[in-house]
């Protein structure tokens, strides 16, 4: 995943809608980019916003940690007038299915923001984005994986 690697999973409208500069998401999963490492930078936005995930904690087929202080404007974030640590984890359990050995993913978004007005704006504006986004890119990883 990630800015000009292989998108975010999701559908045409949701790349088009949150990400007009970003190359559209990979109608597959790329092996190329699926060699990650703890400290590794995943951008989230063209390079000048410095906007991305470092890699927090991986174990191939388990889990992947990825956590960021940089989903705000740079200008914001230089000087000092909002805050966001947030995170996301994904999580692999094998589970039976009614057609033999599958797969759960479990994905959680966490953020914490300051001062408040940042705040009521995630609560208003970024938890619902995040929920359409993330449903959309659960239901992408899904169908690139089941499918090839």
């Known amino acids: 995943m990630g800015w000009h690697r292989g998108g975010w999973y ?5 790349d088009t809608l949150f990400f007009p500069n970003n190359s559209p998401s990979a109608d597959r999963i790329l092996t190329e980019y699926q060699h990650l490492e703890v400290g590794d930078f ?3 936005g063209p390079p000048e916003t410095e906007c991305g995930f470092v890699v927090r904690e991986i174990r191939p087929g388990v889990h992947l940690v ?3 202080t940089s989903h705000l404007p740079l ?5 000092g007038l909002a805050g966001i640590s947030w995170t996301w984890t994904f ?3 094998p589970v039976e299915t009614h057609s033999g ?4 993913l479990v994905f959680r978004w966490r953020a914490r923001t300051a001062p408040w007005w ?3 704006g995630a609560n208003m504006f970024l938890i619902p984005a995040n929920f359409v986004m993330s449903r959309d890119m659960l239901r992408g990883l899904r169908r690139r994986s089941v499918h090839g």
């Open 118 to 120: 940042l705040t009521a």
């Open 75 to 79: 200008l914001w974030r230089i000087r």
């Open 66 to 68: 990825l956590f960021s």
């Open 101 to 104: 050995p599958g797969t759960r």
């Open 10 to 14: 999701t559908a045409r409208w949701v």
């Open 91 to 93: 999580v692999l359990t």
């Open 42 to 44: 995943i951008a989230d």
